[in-house]
């Protein structure tokens, strides 16, 4: 039973535009959720976080939006550059737990 | 400053041979961490150290998994009998705090069975 769900295993999205990321999870207990992006042969780097006592967190072109009635969060990222084509990793605290990514592929 | 480092950067191996991957986290990080990323797959936890507390070995798949964190520091991952479903990208990640912040990753290893 994943406790972390990122339902779209793709997404691709045009230069310029913005990207949304969309993350689920089950367990109410989570206190802290995180971002991580991946690019091939490398491994995953850290992106942008949240805690659960706020709803939003920005930083430059990424903003982490959560919804804790819902138990859903979003990343966004605007204007998508052709560098962010990456997997992306949804992450829950405290037992870390990961979803199993996005593949965001911005398209020229 | 230095990042995570592991070693072997590959390793192909026969099935029923034994393995081992290694681990250098950032120094003064007290946790760390091993996921292994299967074709596909997302990450998948296998085992996390912190401090000089007893390692959460909740994720090893099988007790052909084995690791170990000498000194606090540097971490080793052990495969007994490899099988072919091993076959994955083993990631090493360390951490200055318990849960709730960021980890460093490792490159990772990539691990193939024949």
């Known amino acids: 039973d994943q406790q972390v769900k990122q339902n779209s295993p793709s997404l691709s999205v045009q230069e310029g535009r913005i990207s949304i990321l969309n993350c689920d999870y089950t367990?109410?207990?989570?206190?802290?959720f995180l971002w991580y992006k991946k690019y091939p042969a490398e491994g995953p780097t850290f992106l942008i976080s949240?805690?659960?006592?706020?709803d939003k967190n920005e930083d430059g072109r990424f903003t982490v939006f959560l919804n804790k009635s819902a138990k859903h969060l979003s990343l966004h990222i605007v204007p998508s550059q052709p560098g962010d084509s990456a997997v992306y990793f949804c992450?829950?605290?405290?037992?870390?737990?990961f979803g199993k990514g996005t593949r965001l592929h911005i398209l020229p | 400053g230095a990042g995570v480092s592991q070693s072997p950067s590959n390793k192909v191996t026969e099935k029923g041979k034994d393995v081992e991957l290694r681990c250098d986290p950032i120094?003064?990080?007290?946790?760390l961490y091993w996921y292994r990323q299967s074709l596909g797959q997302g990450l998948e936890f296998l085992i996390y150290?912190?401090?000089?507390?007893?390692?959460?070995k909740s994720g090893l798949p099988s007790d052909r998994f084995s690791a170990e964190r000498t000194g606090g520091s540097v971490s080793t991952l052990t495969i007994q009998r490899t099988q072919q479903e091993d076959s994955a990208v083993y990631l090493c990640?360390?951490?200055?705090?318990?849960?709730?912040?960021?980890?460093?990753f490792g490159p990772g290893t990539r691990l193939t069975v024949t």
């Open positions: 990640a360390s951490s200055p705090q318990t849960s709730g912040y960021e980890q460093y």
């Open positions: 150290f912190q401090g000089n507390s007893a390692p959460d």
């Open positions: 992450a829950a605290s405290p037992e870390i737990i």
């Open positions: 367990n109410s207990m989570f206190d802290y």
């Open positions: 949240i805690s659960s006592i706020k």
């Open positions: 120094s003064g990080h007290t946790a």
